[in-house]
């Protein structure tokens, strides 16, 4: 299984590897770590520590904005965003994580239409449970229903829910949808959706290379460098040393008239050649001098759009632009998609 898409390119034969005890998402981890090109998917980088990490640093850092810049965006039209919808509806946050800005969206909701279920989507169990049975407690008049999984395993799961859905995709964790499958992963919501749903995605606009160099710096290797190998280790019995790995940020812009964001580059490099073992695999992996681990299965993480680049995608994808709203410094965009006429649209 791929973080996006059912069709990873598996390249570690199945005699290479011991996988009695590795479940099927694991399975995929180590496909994409043995692949040609090596990433990591990006659900992975989100265990609890890892989820905790991230949200420490979104919402701390002087550098990284999009959380302070989507708070403010939601604070000032939360009412008007679930305005979309009909109600009672329910709310799906996929790739929740802390759904710390969510909460402006659920307590819009709470006051418009009274109880509603409430169901977060993401691969960190128990994160996403622990947060949740906080939720519950918080808002008395939500039901939370978390959902362990892939975002397009969410959406079908409450595809076949009666009520209008207002679904959340927030913290440009859409940038990391690779480049070439962006507009195949929306055409494939929106086939689950119907004209009384809505999609929020928030997407970050700033193409600033100063002010993303600094975004994106070492304040990240808590978590994409130190707790990732940690991780791994903990996971496949490892000896692989975070010390010799180093964090690496480049920014690649397109034009902007094209139909191609901007996006981040973001990956460990090997400092050396170096054999790391996994002993619950019985696998090794060579590593040269300067070899990369990328960060997202694409050539890209953290895209960065414009509103003309947004909305064609939205085109593109069977979906029209009913609203958006930016920051004062529109450099950050939240935008309701609402599904366009399907059979002017194929991909
Ligand atoms: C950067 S955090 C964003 C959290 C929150 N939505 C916010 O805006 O602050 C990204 C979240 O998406 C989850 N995630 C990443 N890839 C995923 C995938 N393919 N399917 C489901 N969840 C995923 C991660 O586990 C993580 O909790």
Request: glycine share 6%.
């Amino acid at each position: 299984m791929s973080d996006h898409v059912s069709d990873a390119i598996t390249t570690v034969s199945d005699d290479a590897i011991k996988h009695s005890d590795v479940d099927e998402d694991m399975m995929s981890v180590v496909a994409s770590l043995t692949s040609p090109r090596r990433y990591v998917p990006s659900w992975y980088l989100y265990d609890t520590r890892g989820s905790e990490l991230c949200e420490e640093q979104i919402q701390k850092s002087k550098t990284y904005k999009l959380w302070q810049h989507e708070y403010s965006i939601l604070q000032t039209h939360a009412d008007d965003i679930v305005s979309k919808v009909s109600y009672p509806a329910v709310l799906v946050d996929l790739g929740s994580g802390a759904s710390s800005k969510t909460r402006l969206i659920i307590e819009a909701m709470l006051k418009r239409g009274g109880r509603f279920t409430f169901v977060p989507v993401d691969m960190a169990k128990e994160f996403i449970e622990t947060c949740g049975r906080q939720l519950d407690t918080d808002y008395p008049g939500l039901t939370v229903e978390p959902f362990v999984g892939l975002y397009m395993d969410g959406v079908r799961h409450v595809a076949a829910r009666e009520e209008p859905k207002l679904l959340l995709w927030l913290g440009s964790s859409f940038g990391n949808v690779p480049v070439h499958q962006e507009v195949k992963m929306l055409h494939d919501i929106r086939a689950q959706l119907s004209d009384k749903d809505r999609l929020v995605l928030g997407m970050d606009m700033n193409t600033d290379r100063e002010a993303l160099s600094q975004a994106y710096g070492d304040q990240w290797i808590p978590l994409l460098r130190d707790n990732l190998i940690s991780r791994y280790n903990k996971d496949f019995a490892g000896n692989m040393d975070a010390e010799k790995f180093k964090h690496i940020f480049e920014f690649v812009e397109n034009p902007p008239d094209g139909d191609t964001p901007s996006y981040v580059v973001k990956s460990l490099s090997s400092s050396g050649k170096q054999r790391v073992h996994f002993g619950k695999l019985g696998l090794d992996i060579d590593f040269e001098d300067g070899e990369r681990v990328y960060f997202c299965e694409g050539p890209n993480t953290s895209s960065k759009w414009n509103l003309g680049q947004l909305r064609r995608l939205a085109e593109r994808s069977g979906f029209a632009v009913e609203a958006h709203w930016t920051n004062d410094e529109e450099n950050y965009c939240v935008i309701c998609l609402v599904v366009a006429d399907v059979d002017q649209h194929s991909v």
